[in-house]
């Protein structure tokens, strides 16, 4: 019976044996990347492997929190809020749902918050009270040519009345000389005539002459009838329906042309403000153009600049920037100066701006293109060459390179203008500290990339991510793989590759544990042939940098929670020993790989047994008033978690 037994388990074997051999022939491939695959998640999974490369871990997000990450913002709270509005999803935006989540890194918990408009594609950036500033977004969804049903365009409507402004809400209805109809799509107001009076004396007579020049105001407009029916090519003048009395001769339309050509996106004016510590959005003052795509960006003073965007006809803004004043909550004119959507704009000591020349999306290629350094006061603009090609910047991704002290700005990769195929692995740094500033070439990326994203790190370096070789990832094109450049050799090393691809509509920040936490991304479609649409990418990457798995972090303990500009403060630490550095790093705020907000400032330190002093730097240009995370690190480069500290 045992000799039975053990020759039908050895057959049994043996035919297992067969089959499995039969099944590894007709199926060797699969056979081997299996075996590839559990060797690679075992290689980047041990502790040497991490400690040299880093490691990338997606951050379960529960499915009522999924959205289409347009813009993400990490708070005083050490929270990130994530902005969808409509998520580039029209079905969501015609259904008016625009969606915004709360995600707490420490934690990893979620919340949902109530958005109260398309946010959709706006501008932000950080308050120096830690509150964000949110302005633009979405009023239209483009429409291709082709697909467009209803002929439409701006409207100017004018008044002639130096006593009386008038709002004329939505659906407000203009007719044509010949009997066409067009509804306006949004409520516009529109101001009161300007009135001027000029005296005269002659022969002892006194006469007083008036002058009234009219105002006008531009709205957008469709036909009511569907199809070519609703097309004018010529000028006309519009009466507008319902009025009566002296307003039906005051109050009337102009337009140019209402015709069936492609309809771009089309911006808002309104603005918000979302406060960290009640977790909500509060209306603020509106803008006096309608944008999206915009930049804003903090200067010294704590007013917040907005340039560019689409208009609400969906027209790159031409130049009419403007200043909000963060205690007034209000707006006013800023200087005039034309860019491309999206334009990263960096606040260099002294208070001027520079334009790196990377941008996103919209704007013609011979036009705004140019990098260069931009002075508010006198509105003058001092272009910066070495960089040929400025044509491909778009979608570029550029740094204020740590520390902030040594005024360098690097530019990394980018594309030809709207939908080209072009990509660049370029990279190149300007030392704007130089009396005749010039772009230098630096080390190549590892392949051509549009999309990158790149974070400031707190041991100086700079972390840079995802990104495609082709517009919005085109023949699954999606790049995975990271780097980390350090400005002191000008070199790349390599870092652990990511599980997620990021292109279009991606966003990345340093959190305050010294991580990375990578969002969305919108490919154009779904394979390599390009046959099927893109799936928005929902799931949140976040990568430990090498330093986190070497020995133990220094920490900080007790001390102040404001800082004064110019002063010192001390902090108790068993670690003092080994801190080598402390950096202010400004929390980041950004969207479409733009982030004009994060910047680290090389702070002063001296140690006793038991603690650090830092001292802070001079000059709010340098150190603009708001909140910020201290780091230290040690002689390996290893940081502390972040101490949220408030700079004034």
Known sequence: MRTRRFGQHRRKTLLGATIAMMLAGLNAPAVVDFTAERYHRYKINRPDYRARYGHWDVAPMPEKFHLNSIHAALLPTGKVLLIAGSGNNIKLFEGGTFKSTLWDPAKNTFKKIDTPKDMFCSGHTQLPDGRLLIAGGTARYEVLEGDVERAGGAMLI????????????????????????????????????????????????KTTEATVTASEARVYVEATSKGSKGITNTSEHYEIKGLTGRDRNNFYGLANKLGMDKKDFQGIREAYVFDPFTERYRKTDSMSEARWYPTLVSLADGRVLAVSGLDDIGQVVPGKNEIYHPKTKSWSRGPHRYFPTYPSLFPLQGGKLFYSGSNAGYGPADRGRTPGVWDLEHNTFTPVPGLPDPDILETSSSVLLPPAQDQKVMVLGGGGVGESSKSTARTAVVDLTSRHPVFRQGPDLPEKTRYLNSVIMPDDTVFTTGGSRDYRGRGASDILTAQIYHPRSRTFTTAAAPTVGRDYHTEALLLPDGRVAVFGSDPLFGDKDNTRPGTFEQRVEVFTPPSLYRTPRPTLNGGPRHLHRGA????????????????????????????????????????????????????????????YMLFVTDRHGIPSKAQWVHVR
């Open 568 to 627: 010192t403060a001390t902090y108790t630490t068993p670690d003092a020993a080994r801190i080598t550095t402390a950096r202010l790093i400004h929390p980041g705020s950004t969207t479409h790989v733009t982030d004009v907000d994060q910047r680290s400032i090389a702070l002063g330190l001296k140690r006793t047994a038991a603690s650090v002093t830092i001292s802070i730097p001079q000059g709010r240009s340098l150190v603009p008033s708001g909140w």
């Open 158 to 205: 004018k008044n002639e009345n130096p006593d009386k402004a008038r709002v004329f809400p939505k659906g407000t209805l203009f007719r044509s000389p010949d009997g066409k109809e067009y509804a306006s799509q949004t409520t516009v107001r529109v101001p009161r005539a300007r009135k001027t009076e000029k005296t005269r004396r002659a022969e002892g007579t």
